[in-house]
């Protein structure tokens, strides 16, 4: 069965459910920045947490930081990024538009009938020049005695510049990670499709140091950890592949590369990339901060500089990559049922307590069973208008319970517990409830697409 998500639908559920909105849109939007809404950051947090999760509180081998945005602008000398960060750019003389030289045969001609760059008659394209990504200000408040500092293209180089201070306090030796999360920018030529790239965006990087003889090893171990990782929150396994990279899109610094990719409605595309970064770093650092980076083995006195194996992922990518994984529709009594099958740890909403009419006793029994949940797990009262369209309201926002109270409750305090997923409705016991939720919250879960699908 074709699946029937498409990146407008997705883009539409998304404004029409309070999950993401185009940022500064009173005065316009600026091009390619969201702002999260209520859903869309109980939702990206838990995709945030389960990583945690996987990195820290499932293994003893990984330490967590958060570094600064803005870092000495020699880090960015060191990293290669000040020379190497860079797209070809090509500009339209005519029109005015910028295209990536790489992306001719995908970038659409701003005349119509809409060609490739260069394909109109009109088209007067530049010679690509070389375009560096990263943000720049200034620190100090003149600007022009001011330094110039960037703002961190990726949250990596924060990670190395920390290798000594971690390996120092954490008592860790290779093999060894430093996992961290947060923002980073790039002023990328052609961003678009929503948040699969923006200029301003949420990064999940590890960096694993190792013996530099295990690194083979340790990246094939990284390799299948993260692809196990978005299995088992769900993502249907015939949508996510690994592919390797060609020598020639290698970055500068890795002697290996392969992306998790995903099946977005654009076509297979990155979700996360797992490189080979060898000791590039420590080694770039420690020559221009005049520095030892190196692993020292107090009892062999055996010294080594680390190499390291990065999974580096985009928390704004996955969050997209489960939303689109989860949208479905089906008909449901004549009706389209539209909903997001998300793992129940993902959904933003665990459990909604709806009493089924507004009078009879029935709110107030509802509000003593949300009192409790709500302690347990991310809970939400509802009271307003048909039980039919709260359900769907619900349905939209992917909260795979939904506890109606009913006149039933009222004689013998249980209550029905709506499954999102088959629309089942059992009967169960207040007293029982939150136990029974918090043990379907635990239970392994995989998607009713895919069976649908095989
Ligand atoms: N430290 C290595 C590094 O930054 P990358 O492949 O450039 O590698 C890692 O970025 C991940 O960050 C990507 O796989 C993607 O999920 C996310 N990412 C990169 N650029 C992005 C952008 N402009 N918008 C949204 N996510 C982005």
């Known amino acids: 069965m074709a699946d029937v998500v498409t990146m407008e639908k997705i883009v539409s559920l998304c404004k029409r459910r309070g999950f993401v909105f185009p940022s500064s849109e009173i005065y316009g939007g600026v091009g390619s920045t969201y702002d999260y809404g209520h859903y869309g950051v109980l939702l990206k947090t838990n995709v945030k947490n389960e990583w945690w999760r996987a990195m820290l509180q499932e293994r003893d081998d990984v330490v967590a930081l958060d570094s600064a945005i803005i870092q000495h602008p020699k880090v960015w000398e060191a990293s290669g990024h000040l020379a190497g960060f860079t797209d070809p750019l090509v500009d339209c003389r005519t029109c005015k538009l910028r295209f990536r ?29 070389d375009f560096n990504l990263m943000f720049e200000t200034t620190v100090g408040p003149v600007k022009e005695e001011g330094a110039t500092v960037y703002l961190r293209p990726e949250t990596a180089q924060g990670i190395f510049v920390n290798f000594k201070n971690v390996l120092q306090f954490s008592r860790k030796k290779p093999p060894f990670g430093i996992a961290q999360i947060g923002k980073s920018f790039r002023n990328e030529i052609t961003p678009g499709n929503f948040v699969f790239r923006t200029r301003e965006f949420e990064q999940m990087e590890m960096e694993f140091f190792v013996p530099p003889a295990e690194a083979p090893r340790w990246f094939e171990h990284w390799l299948a950890e993260r692809e196990r990782w978005y299995v088992e929150l769900g993502i249907r396994p015939d949508h996510l592949r690994l592919r390797a990279h060609e020598a020639d899109e290698l970055s500068h610094y890795s002697s290996g590369t392969s ?196």
């Not at 790489?102 to 690509?128: M, W, Y």
């Open 259 to 454: 992306d998790v990719e995903y099946l977005f409605p654009i076509g297979w595309s990155e979700l996360e990339g797992i490189a080979n970064r060898g000791d590039f770093d420590l080694s770039a650092h420690a020559a221009h901060a005049r520095e030892k980076l190196e692993y020292v083995d107090t009892a062999s006195g055996e010294r080594y500089v680390p190499y390291v194996i990065e999974p580096a992922a985009g928390a704004d990518r996955a969050t997209l990559a489960f939303l689109v994984d989860a949208y479905d529709e089906e008909e449901v009594e004549g009706e389209t049922r539209t909903l997001l099958r998300l793992h129940p740890r993902l959904a933003p909403v665990k459990v909604a307590v709806l009493p089924l009419v507004k009078k009879d006793g029935q709110p107030e029994v509802a509000q003593e069973v949300y009192a409790d949940l709500r302690r347990r797990m991310q809970a939400e009262y509802d009271e307003g208008g048909s039980i039919g369209k709260r359900y769907r309201r619900q349905d939209e926002i992917g909260t795979p319970w939904s506890v109606t109270v009913d006149h039933q409750t009222l004689e013998d305090r249980t209550v029905t517990v709506r499954d999102r997923d088959s629309l089942a409705q059992d009967r169960v016991a207040i007293d029982a409830l939150g136990d029974e939720l918090e043990r379907r919250l635990r239970a392994p879960w995989s998607s009713p697409k895919l069976s649908r699908d095989a």
């Open 101 to 129: 030289a790489d992306h001719i045969g995908e970038s659409a001609c701003g005349r119509r009938p809409s060609l490739h760059p260069g394909e109109h008659e009109e088209c007067d394209l530049t010679e690509a020049r």
